[in-house]
């Protein structure tokens, strides 16, 4: 709420702004409510209008990418979230280099550079969300880390925007040091020249890779826990720890952790995110219980989905 008690007038939200929007849709793993208002900006500069006028009007800004690593609260999402879209999203060569929107989706940019002859971004293809996700979450996948390619990207916040270079976004790992509010709108890729043909061999075979160890058609997120740093994990990954404490194929309500990958969370057609929520607290406990270790969630969230504060690493 403002400071001054004074009612001031309200102004009117820039072009294209709806209100309700269901955000299930745009999600994997299709859970969640509406969000109070929303908008799919095609430039840099609606994205702009937009941040200015959320925060001349004291809205909160939320982003959705490609709704792969997202949980959205059921009783939907206070404020403003966006989605981008158009130039937003576009995919461009510069030689060596990729320039493409936050919004780009990742497996296109290594589709696009393989065709291209160029090679560092393949990791990318096993990776369902967007640039700007990948940017916020440092991805990784099979050895290969957004970091080690990113030349800079453009980040959009109230106070407007501006340009970092990758040692001033806080990578570690999955994660990075952009705080909520700020939207990566676009971003460069600085690869090197390879073979097309080897280039998409390598892309087949991490696409065949992925289809042999997760599950796919299905209502998910993608994996719901990081892998830990923990030595007394002794190098299991978080599936495996779930699956030594039992978890595959438990379920609570409409969800329930993947018979193929205990780290994955299906929806089996009428799960709530307050079933996801839950599940992912009753693995945690057992993970806990049999190890000691405490696994930190991977998925973000967007409203009071209630993820409690002590799931997540400072």
Known sequence: MPSDSRERPEVAPPPGV??????????????????????RPGTLEQLEELVRWATAEEIEVGVVGSGSNLLVADEGVRGLVVKLDKDLAEIELEGTRIRCGGGARLPAVAARAALAGLSGIEF???????VGGAVRMNANAYDGVLAS????VDVVSPSGTERRAPDRLGFAYRRSNLAPGEIVA???LQLVPAEVA???????????????????????????FKNPEDARAEGRTAGQLLEAAGCHGLRIGGASFSAKHANFVENH??????????????????????????LEAEVQALGPVGLP???RSA
């Open 18 to 39: 709806q209100h309700d929007y269901p955000l299930a849709r745009l999600t994997t793993v299709r859970t969640g409510g509406a969000a109070e208002l929303f908008a």
């Open 124 to 130: 990318g293809v096993n990776i369902p969300g967007t």
């Open 149 to 152: 390619v990113l030349e800079w």
């Open 186 to 188: 676009r971003a460069s």
């Open 198 to 224: 080897a280039v998409k061999a390598t892309l087949a075979d991490m696409r065949a890779r992925r289809k042999a160890a997760q599950p796919s058609g299905i209502k998910t997120f993608g994996s719901t």
């Open 269 to 294: 057609g009428d799960a709530t995110t307050s079933d996801v929520v839950a599940l992912m607290a009753e693995g945690r406990r057992r993970v806990h219980d049999r190890f000691g270790i405490l």
């Open 309 to 311: 504060e002590d799931w």
